[in-house]
């Protein structure tokens, strides 16, 4: 498999698993917000999961980004 495609597929990859990440952080996000328009203090779980599917979304953001760099060089 030649390294282009390779990227390719590797970026494909990385936008699927963000899709599944936000998903889940939807969720979370939800019970976030449900908590503040009823002006009530949020539940910790919710905060921590919502603050961990971000960082594992900016970094497979991140990673995506220096694959696409790669992959514009190669073109």
């Known amino acids: 498999m030649s390294e282009k495609s390779k990227l390719k ?3 494909k990859i990385c936008q699927q698993t ?3 990440i936000e998903r889940k952080r939807s969720r ?5 917000v449900q908590a503040v ?5 949020p539940n910790e779980n919710d905060v921590e999961w919502f603050n961990k599917y971000t960082g594992e979304i900016t970094a497979c953001r ?4 220096e694959l ?3 992959l514009d060089s190669i073109k």
């Open 62 to 65: 991140n990673h995506m980004i």
């Open 9 to 11: 597929k590797e970026i």
């Open 18 to 20: 963000i899709e599944e």
């Open 37 to 41: 328009l009823l002006q009530e203090t």
């Open 68 to 70: 696409q760099k790669k």
């Open 28 to 32: 979370s996000q939800s019970a976030l």
